[in-house]
């Protein structure tokens, strides 16, 4: 039916191989992803679930999750669903063969360097933006290869218009390859050390206009994409509504870029940044369901398949846990649902809500779909997929609820207040103590999860057996040039389908408007900024101590951001500023408070409790779920690189005099000298054994960063 | 599966073109859907008139100073109507076993991480001798410094933390290891009173 206008045929095999390899990485990954989340999930329910080891520490672990989760997982599915979809939505092999490998093993490299460098402790300490600059240098020129074999791909396709699915694709690779390169933009200070050239807020404003837009153009645009292949493929019914599809797609892709700073309510950040965040995530309610409208509706007339399929149940039910996610999103985007949902479980309920049920669901659907076709064979088992679908959707629930519950449940005891205007529960141990029975029921749903993706692993393992031989490349038989799309005829946006270029162009511009609108403000700080409430920077000692809080990923549990809220001031002191953190880089405000905030912790306890509580936290505080850290006191600082660290900084505008440039390094000795003697005398008062070489050790730049927190204003 | 494409039902909305294999309806947009979509970017303007524009709506920062004075006149209310915390009634829960008991559990659970579990000092001074540093010895004055705390020297203030209640068991309790000499005691701390 398409237009066989524009000339000779030509008959070309579709590169399957290379989707059968992304297809093989994704369920590896899948594996590793989830496992490494279930050891994250049992950690807060059982501490010693690190074994004590550095290298496993929550803080390690949450970002090696997160990334496999996101770059391995996701991202292997997402790569395998492109490269089998657009070469038969536009007739034609991949532009090119060795890009596609390149693509392929240039991939699996950085996941391979993640897996290592992330457990070392090689961390920015952003999230879903942990990765170190030689891996983000990677990540961009795998992305250009990956964009150059799709563009490629697209300028030399033998069907004249572009489907829906590949208009989601356009948007993905153009989106992500914007939000990595302005995200991580870095000074490098060492090997596999990097400052952001953004700091304090500006940091924050740009982290989370990438953290959202990476669920919105890695986790939501491709998969939407791959929605509207795999569904009509899977249950042989049309698209809904071509109308919906145009509308959803142009307002999705231009208010998504907006909703960043629904990450950021009711902190420091100017009101109207805020406020543009939670009305931009309130509008894109509507665009997203339009989305699931499209592939719900689809069933429409063969509704049974839902009963008797097990693939389209997977499919189905992702795209209705992806109703449910965008319907959560924006409600929990209104400022004062915010104040009682951020910092909790709720948001990682909500993620993972999207992140197992979305994504890990479309994924299994479209692999069940996909495998036996790409192994020219039947799927071993529709039996065992149907069970795999019971025991994950289980897993699901359990996670979901459990974390909705330990949400509210511990939101709701920070906020309340009584009539004598005290807090209500003022030992914040007490609300973590509440919910950790709630972490084993989570632990339990990512089980199910996890058994639920075993039997598919098995089930895809004998279907792969029973492959033929001899493999069959699938064919296609296409005019040469059927894409000349500006003699047809076609008006509105069917022309605009035939047009790759202007097309991608009006993408970038629709991503654009909100970026500049929101970042560029931000960057001309000064407006915000009362010169009057400016800081001192860091000294060289701490800023020594910082790096090793942002090299322990410490953000993870911990937030530094006091919010405008009354309930937060009265528990953690004043509401933070935003002259208190101009100077950091990275900015570590943080997203979920597992532990206290320590934005005002500096001078709350004397040096020894600190080196009590890192050596092991239940020495002070009974039911604290924090790791030990005894490492701290045997490494050494290293106050080396600390004279390249302040020139970095100094040329990035911290107000550091030539001087302490020039002696950074032996200022950082004095001052570890002068605490390390303090330090001695109260652990000698109290009769215990002075750890050896205290004045070199990391846990004292530790301590002096910690008893700076919140110090700096002070005058 | 499903994957015979050749029987996509026959509709009047359904377009006439097809990639590979897929067929695409045009339903038209439903009216909820729109009403939806519209309310939302209604709502977001007026929203964003209100509290940025005209400067009508609070701030968040004009808010919270609402907030705290509303809970700092709850707290002005709380501490007239508290009772005076006198020597008498203080020492009269030192004979109470429950209240010292309470006290201990208490003080096991705040204070022993700093001054050991038998009150003979750690990371603060020992509290079963006669010294002290920023009291003198008298149930009042051990009632003001838990209140109150040293902050600067990382003797946290109790008020808010433990109940009032709570915090006259405690002093009691810390006064009942007057001379308990617990082993490992650390040594002493400021003035002697006796």
Not at chain 1, 29 to 43: H, M, N, R, S
Not at chain 1, 221 to 244: C, D, N
Not at chain 1, 354 to 364: I, K, Q, R, S, V
Request: aromatic share 12%.
């Amino acid at each position: 039916m398409s237009e066989a206008t524009g000339g000779p045929l030509l008959n070309e095999t579709y590169d399957d191989k290379i989707v059968k390899a992304f297809t093989l990485a994704t369920l590896v990954f899948g594996l590793v992803a989830f496992i490494v989340g279930l050891l994250a999930a049992l950690q807060l329910a059982y501490w010693p679930f690190n074994f004590n080891l550095e290298w496993l520490t929550f803080g390690r672990i949450r970002p090696l999750h997160t990334n496999a989760a996101i770059f391995a997982f996701a991202g292997n599915a997402i790569f395998a669903g492109i490269y089998h979809s657009s070469q038969r939505l536009l007739k034609t092999r991949m532009f090119n063969d060795t890009l596609s490998w390149a693509h392929f093993w240039g991939w699996q490299a950085i996941i391979l360097a993640a897996a290592i460098s992330l457990p070392l402790g090689f961390s920015q300490s952003k999230e879903y933006a942990e990765l170190e600059w030689p891996i983000d240098i990677a990540i961009t020129v795998v992305w250009v290869i990956f964009a150059v074999n799709f563009f490629g791909t697209l300028i030399r396709r033998r069907e004249k218009h572009m489907y829906v699915a590949i208009w989601f694709y356009i948007a993905t690779i153009i989106t992500v390859a914007v939000l990595h390169i302005f995200n991580s933009l870095e000074v490098p200070v060492g090997m596999m050390q990097s400052y952001p050239v953004w700091a304090g807020i500006q940091d924050a404003l740009v982290q989370w206009w990438y953290g959202h837009n990476a669920v919105a153009f890695f986790l939501t645009t491709p998969f939407l994409g791959l929605m509207y292949y795999y569904v009509p493929k899977a249950s042989g019914r049309p698209i809904y509504s071509y109308r919906l599809s145009i509308i959803h797609f142009w307002a999705l892709v231009f208010i998504y870029i907006w909703a960043g700073p629904h990450h950021l309510l009711n902190t420091a950040l100017p009101d109207w940044a805020q406020t543009l965040g939670m009305v931009f995530s309130l509008m894109l309610w509507a665009p997203s369901w339009g989305g699931m409208i499209n592939g719900l509706l689809t069933l429409r007339g063969a509704w049974h398949l839902l009963r008797t399929d097990p693939i389209v149940k997977f499919l189905i039910t992702a795209v209705t846990f992806y109703g449910m996610s965008t319907f959560e999103g924006p409600l929990l985007s209104i400022k004062s649902v915010s104040s009682l949902a951020h910092y909790t479980d709720w948001i990682i309920g909500h993620v993972h809500g999207g992140a197992l049920g979305w994504n890990g669901f479309l994924t299994f659907g479209m692999l069940y779909f996909l495998i036996p076709k790409l192994w020219n064979t039947k799927l071993y088992s529709m039996k065992l997929a149907t069970t795999h679908f019971w025991i994950g959707l289980t897993g699901i629930l359990l996670y979901y609820i459990s974390m909705m519950a330990s949400g509210l449940t511990q939101g709701l005891m920070w906020q309340a207040i009584n009539d004598k205007g005290q807090l209500i529960y003022p030992d914040f141990v007490q609300t973590v103590t509440e919910i950790v029975p709630l972490y084993w029921v989570r632990a339990a749903g990512g089980l199910l999860f996890i058994a639920g993706f075993l039997i598919m692993l098995y089930n895809v393992y004998m279907t792969i057996q029973s492959a033929p031989a001899e493999e069959k490349a699938e064919a296609v038989t296409a005019p040469v040039h059927p894409k000349d799309g500006r003699h047809t005829g076609d008006g509105g946006h069917r022309k605009l389908e035939g047009m790759v270029i202007t097309f991608s162009i009006l993408s970038f511009l629709a991503i654009a408007v909100g970026s500049v609108i929101e970042i560029y403000p931000t960057l001309s700080l000064h407006k915000y900024i009362d010169k009057n409430a400016m800081v001192e920077p860091w000294t060289p000692l701490e800023q020594a101590g910082r790096d090793i809080y942002v090299k322990e990923g410490c953000y993870v549990c911990h937030s530094q951001m006091i919010r405008k809220l009354p309930f937060d001031v009265i528990r953690f002191g004043e509401a933070s500023t935003i002259e208190e953190s101009i100077y950091n880089r990275p900015f570590q405000w943080g997203s979920k408070r597992t532990g206290p905030d320590l934005a005002r912790v500096g001078g709350k306890y004397p040096h020894l409790w600190h080196l009590r509580h890192m050596n092991n936290p239940r020495d002070l505080v009974e039911a604290s779920l924090m790791p030990r850290y005894p490492w701290l006191e045997k490494k050494k600082i290293d106050f080396y690189s600390l004279r390249r660290k302040f020139s970095v900084m100094q040329s990035l505008g911290v107000p550091y005099g030539d001087e302490t440039v020039a002696n950074a390094d032996k200022i950082a000795e004095e001052e570890a000298i002068t605490l390390a003697a303090e330090l001695t005398k109260e652990i000698q008062a109290a009769g215990g054994s002075v750890p050896e070489n205290l004045e070199r050790t990391q846990i004292t730049a530790l301590i002096a960063y910690l008893q700076a927190l919140g110090q700096k204003g002070k005058k | 599966m499903n994957d015979d494409n050749k029987t996509t039902p026959s509709d009047p909305l359904l377009l006439n073109h097809e990639y590979d294999g897929i067929r695409e309806l045009d339903y038209p947009l439903p009216g909820w859907w729109l009403t939806t979509f519209f309310i939302t970017i209604i709502f977001g303007i007026i929203y964003w008139i209100h509290y940025d524009l005209s400067g009508a709506g609070p701030t968040l920062s004009q808010e919270l100073e609402k907030d705290m004075a509303q809970i700092e006149s709850l707290r002005n209310k709380a501490a007239a109507d508290a009772p005076q915390v006198t020597e008498e009634a203080l020492a009269a829960l030192v004979q109470n076993s429950d209240a010292v008991t309470k006290g201990q559990a208490e003080y096991m659970a705040k204070c022993a991480a700093c001054h050991g579990n038998a009150g003979e000092g750690l990371i603060g001074p020992n509290l079963t001798d006669k010294y002290w540093k920023n009291t003198d010895g008298t149930l009042v004055g051990m009632h003001k410094i838990v209140v109150h705390g040293v902050v600067e020297k990382g003797m946290p203030a109790w008020k808010g933390l433990i109940p009032d209640n709570l915090i006259k068991n405690v002093a009691a309790y810390i006064h009942s290891l007057q001379g308990s000499n617990p082993p490992n005691a650390k040594g002493a701390e400021g003035t002697l009173y006796e």
